[in-house]
C-alpha cells in the first residue's frame, strides 16, 4: 500500500523538476559559450560534439528532474517502474539521434579532410547513421523487455527474401561501396561515359551517383550502371591535362615564320588567359601534306577540363588575327571540276586558286573552280 499525498510530496516534486528544467538552461548556456569557442579553432569535430552535446545534456536534465520527481511522489511501484521505463526510452531516443549526428559529423569531417576520400560522397555518412539508428532501435526494444533474439533470427531467415527482393537496390549499393573503395570516382572528377554522359561527379550516395553536366543540369546515374559502363576519368592520375587543335597553312607559307608565329600565340594564350598552365612547353608538330594545306597539330596546356573550351576560344581568335597580320594564308578547301562533251571529269582536290592541270580538255570544253563535294568524288555523269 502505498501512502497518501501531502504537500511536501508536492513540494518535493516541483523542486526536482524545477532543478532538472534549472540544469537544462545552465548547460545550454554552457553549451552555447563553448560553442563559439570551438567555431574559432581548425577542427571541424569539435563544433559537431557541441552541437550533438547541446541536444542531449539538457535532456538528460530534463529526464533526471522528471526521475527525482517521480521519486518524490508516493506512486505504486508498478506505475512508478512505468515512469522510469519511459523516461528511460526517452533518454535512449535522444542520445542514439545524438550519437547518430556526432557520427555521420565525424565521418563527413573525416572524409573532408583527406584528399583521397570521397569528402561529399554521403552514402559513408547514411550507412553511419543508419547503423547507429538501428543499434539504438534494438537497446530500446530491449529496455522494454523485449527480446531481440527471435527478431534477429527473423531478420536473418527473411534476409534472403528482401536481398531477393531488392536486388537491384544492393546491387547499386555495393557498387556505390566498390566505386569509393577503389577511388576510381570521386566527387569533384569530371567523368564522361561511353553512352555519352558527361560532367562534375557532385555527389555518390547509396543509390546512385549525380553529375553536373556544363549546362548545369544534373544527371543521375545508378550506381550498378557506372560501375559497368566504361569511363574516362578527366581528372585523374593528374587534373591538369593537354588539349590539341588542328591548323592547316597554304603550301606557299614558310613553315619556320609559321612555327614562330605559332609559338608566339601559344605563349600569349598561356600566360594571359586564365585555366592555362604557363609552365606548360608548347609543343607545334606538321603532319600531314593534305589536298590544299599542311596541317599541323598545336597541343596546349590546361588546368582542367571545363577549361579548354576557353583557351581554344582564345588561342583561335588570335591565332586567326596573327596570321592575317603576318600574311599567311588559310586555304578554304575547293575542288577544280573540268567539263568536257560527253562527261564531267571530277580530279583531286585542289586549292581555290589551281588551274586545271593536266585535265586534257579538248576543244570547246572548259574548267571552273566549284566548291567541294565529297558525295559527288570518282562519279562521270553523262551530259545529253
Not at 526510452?89 to 579532410?113: C, D, P, Y
Request: some cysteine; aromatic content about 6%.
Amino acid at each position: 500500500m502505498t501512502r497518501d499525498l501531502t504537500v511536501d510530496d508536492l513540494i518535493l516534486a516541483g523542486v526536482a523538476l524545477a532543478a532538472g528544467l534549472l540544469g537544462a538552461f545552465l548547460l545550454r548556456m554552457l553549451l552555447r559559450w563553448l560553442g563559439k569557442h570551438a567555431g574559432r579553432t581548425r577542427w571541424s569535430g569539435d563544433d559537431v560534439i557541441v552541437d550533438a552535446l547541446r541536444s542531449v545534456l539538457p535532456w538528460a536534465a530534463v529526464v533526471g528532474g522528471a526521475a527525482g520527481s517521480a521519486a518524490a511522489l508516493p506512486l505504486t511501484r508498478t506505475v512508478q517502474h512505468n515512469v522510469y521505463q519511459a523516461l528511460t526510452v526517452l533518454l535512449i531516443f535522444v542520445v542514439t539521434l545524438s550519437a547518430a549526428r556526432v557520427i555521420a559529423g565525424l565521418v563527413r569531417t573525416v572524409a573532408q579532410s583527406r584528399s583521397g576520400v570521397a569528402a561529399s560522397a554521403t552514402i559513408f555518412v547514411n550507412i553511419t547513421r543508419i547503423v547507429v539508428l538501428a543499434i539504438g532501435f534494438l537497446i530500446v526494444l530491449q529496455t522494454l523487455g523485449i527480446s531481440i533474439a527471435p527478431l534477429l533470427t527473423a531478420l536473418g531467415v527473411g534476409g534472403l527474401a528482401v536481398a531477393l527482393a531488392l536486388q537491384d537496390t544492393l546491387a547499386n549499393l555495393f557498387a556505390g561501396l566498390h566505386i569509393l573503395a577503389s577511388k576510381t570516382v570521386q566527387p569533384g572528377d569530371y567523368i564522361r561515359l561511353s553512352s555519352g554522359e558527361e560532367g562534375y561527379v557532385e555527389d555518390i550516395n547509396w543509390r546512385q551517383t549525380t553529375v553536373r553536366d556544363l549546362s548545369n543540369n544534373l544527371v543521375v546515374i545508378p550506381n550498378g550502371q557506372l560501375a559497368k559502363t566504361n569511363m574516362t576519368n578527366f581528372m585523374r592520375p593528374e587534373q591538369q591535362l593537354t588539349i590539341t587543335v588542328q591548323v592547316g597553312v597554304a603550301y606557299d607559307s614558310d613553315l619556320e615564320q609559321v612555327e614562330r608565329v605559332t609559338a608566339e600565340v601559344v605563349a600569349e594564350v598561356m600566360t594571359e588567359i586564365t585555366g592555362a598552365v604557363p609552365e606548360h612547353e608548347p609543343a607545334i608538330r606538321f603532319h600531314t601534306f593534305g589536298d590544299s594545306r599542311i596541317g599541323f597539330t598545336v597541343i596546349l596546356g590546361v588546368g582542367e577540363f571545363s577549361d579548354q573550351y576557353r583557351i581554344k576560344h582564345e588561342f583561335i581568335k588570335r591565332l586567326h588575327r596573327r596570321y592575317r597580320e603576318e600574311g599567311i594564308r588559310i586555304p578554304a578547301p575547293a575542288r577544280t571540276v573540268a567539263l568536257q562533251q560527253g562527261a564531267v571529269v571530277i580530279p583531286q582536290q585542289r586549292t581555290g586558286d589551281g588551274l586545271a592541270e593536266g585535265l586534257g580538255a579538248g576543244p570547246g570544253g572548259m574548267a571552273a573552280n566549284l566548291p567541294a563535294d565529297p558525295c559527288r568524288d570518282d562519279v562521270d555523269h553523262e551530259i545529253s
